[in-house]
């Protein structure tokens, strides 16, 4: 990594402030550089930039395209609940090996071990967030969506590392609550038939 390279040779520490995905502007900020000598052009070069973001470089991405599929499916325009509950569970697919794994530092240490180069990674809640938070609030209207939300939320709960228990047991109350709410007879007949 040239940018590992160079801070490391000017004693530098990079600590990038956006994160892989951010639509970058004019004037905005990308990284701080911490002591030594290192140049901005330096930092700037390493940065790979283009028209779209890709699945390569974008861990995020493919969760919010699958959010966004399934959020059309929901529109009046569309009402396609079995295809939302389908991008359900690809959801669940992508997110269950990443709920048992520690979400990486974003720290990079050079050869002597000096951490150089910090990057702002998403963690296991930011990837949850992404793709549950439109779909629930779209899907108010889908007794099927919602209760292929709630099991994978049960299934995620089970697996998922600390932090993402709050984010899961916050996005199952609202799942819950919403069925509880609109459709009290299904929610009444699932809490009898799988005791909570």
Same mark, same amino acid.
């Given at each position: ?7 490391? !040779? ?6 990038? /402030? ?15 550089? *911490? ?12 940065? @790979? ?14 969760? *919010? ?6 959020? *059309? ?14 991008? @359900? ?6 997110? !269950? ?26 963690? =296991?809640?930011?990837?949850?967030? !992404? ?13 099927? @969506?919602?209760?292929?939300? /709630? ?21 199952? *109350? =609202? ?11 299904? =929610? ?9």
């Amino acid at each position: 990594m040239q940018l590992l390279a160079a801070a490391r !040779s000017a004693g530098s520490v990079v600590v990038f /402030r956006q994160s892989v995905g951010v639509t970058l502007v004019a004037g905005m900020p990308v990284a701080d550089i *911490r002591g030594g000598d290192l140049d901005q052009p330096a930092v700037l070069a390493a940065v @790979v930039t283009g028209q779209e973001r890709s699945f390569a470089q974008d861990p995020l991405l493919a969760f *919010r395209l699958l959010s966004d599929i399934g959020l *059309r499916a929901l529109s009046p325009a569309v009402n396609d609940p079995a295809t939302a509950a389908q991008v @359900v569970d690809c959801l669940e697919g992508l997110l !269950s090996p990443l709920a048992g794994r520690d979400a990486p530092t974003g720290e990079v240490a050079d050869r002597d071990g000096n951490i150089r180069v910090i990057l702002d990674l998403p963690d =296991w809640a930011d990837f949850a967030r !992404s793709c549950l938070d439109d779909l629930l609030a779209a899907a108010g209207g889908s007794p099927l @969506v919602l209760r292929r939300i /709630r099991v994978m939320l049960l299934r995620l709960g089970e697996a998922a590392p600390g932090a993402g228990q709050d984010i899961l047991a916050g996005r199952l *109350r =609202w799942a819950e609550d919403t069925l509880a709410r609109n459709f009290p007879v299904i =929610w009444a007949e699932d809490r009898l038939t799988h005791h909570g």
